[in-house]
């Protein structure tokens, strides 16, 4: 299927932005009018764009069936702060409590049940329950269009964090297992970041893999082998010695899937692929190119 913005309803487009663009971050900000009015909302238009200085950007976007604005977007123009808290999966039910479209000048952190506490340095109050909080002054709010479902960049510069030590690992670090996270999927939908949803990937850094390109053609395009598999092949960083592909030769289970054909052997490569010995696997590779 090929969809073009323009030929497509914007209700039509959203679902499928929103359905692609997953899992996304929710940003639970709490903002403040000029006349002490707290406001507190969730947004999945979020993410962090640096570090140094450290810029969170959020979008609380016109409103698609009548392209009115949010009251968070008026609050920042009004009071340039704002407290970006992040969302576990201990407050996920009243995080959604507090996205009802409430009147203006409701306090959402009465609707939810949630906790205001004074921040250090911004006017409005971060959320109690929450494992991370960001007090940030607003940079810049720039507008990418004037019609339902345009969005609006609120740049923010967290001036304080404020990090539950709970969530920390020995090291200090957040551990994301501790954290709980909550993200926004498509439609009603919702993921949690625990459990066997999490998974490490050792990233390479200035480690160059030699690539999948130098693989030969038939294990490129093995129907054993998955995109996974062939991009851990990849990242090595030297072929096996020899000494590697001598002592592979020798083994009993390579020899019998060197005569049992290119599926057994390719199926031997995915076995010692997910065990981790991916050096002999390339050495099974190379001595299979030889027969």
């Not at 000029?34 to 976007?61: C, E, Q, R």
């Not at 250090?120 to 269009?145: D, N």
């Not at 995109?227 to 001598?246: A, C, F, R, V, Y």
Request: aromatic share 6%.
């Amino acid at each position: 299927m090929i969809i073009d913005p323009k030929e497509l309803s914007h209700q039509k487009l959203h679902g499928y932005l929103l359905g692609s663009v997953v899992p996304r971050p929710i940003a639970f900000a709490s903002t403040i009018d000029a006349h002490g009015n707290v406001n507190l909302s969730p947004f999945s238009f979020f993410n962090v764009f640096g570090s140094n200085p450290p810029i969170l950007i959020f979008s609380p976007s016109r409103r698609g069936r009548d392209n009115t604005t949010k009251h968070s977007y008026e609050n920042v123009l009004e009071v340039p702060e704002v407290v970006i808290n992040i969302v576990n999966y201990s407050i996920v039910q009243q995080v959604s409590l507090a996205s009802g479209e409430y009147p203006k000048g409701t306090n959402e952190f009465i609707k939810s049940g949630l906790t205001p506490v004074p921040s250090q340095r911004v006017k409005p109050p971060r959320v109690g329950e929450s494992p991370v909080s960001m007090e940030c002054q607003v940079k810049q709010v720039i507008p990418t269009g004037d019609q339902g479902g345009a969005g609006i960049l609120v740049i923010c510069e967290v001036v304080l964090m404020h990090v539950k030590e709970e969530i920390l690992d020995e090291a200090g670090k957040i551990d994301p297992v501790k954290l709980d996270a909550v993200a926004r999927m498509g439609g009603d939908w919702y993921c949690r970041a625990n459990g066997e949803s999490l998974f490490k990937l050792p990233q390479p850094g200035n480690k160059i893999g030699i690539g999948i390109d130098l693989l030969p053609e038939e294990f490129r395009t093995s129907t054993v082998l998955t995109g996974n598999d062939l991009g851990i092949l990849g990242s090595i960083q030297q072929l096996p010695d020899k000494e590697t592909i001598h002592r592979i030769q020798e083994s009993k289970e390579v020899q019998e899937a060197l005569r049992g054909g290119k599926e057994n052997i390719h199926k031997l490569v995915k076995q010692y692929v997910q065990a981790g010995r991916v050096i002999e696997a390339w050495a099974i590779i190379l001595q299979s190119e030889k027969i």
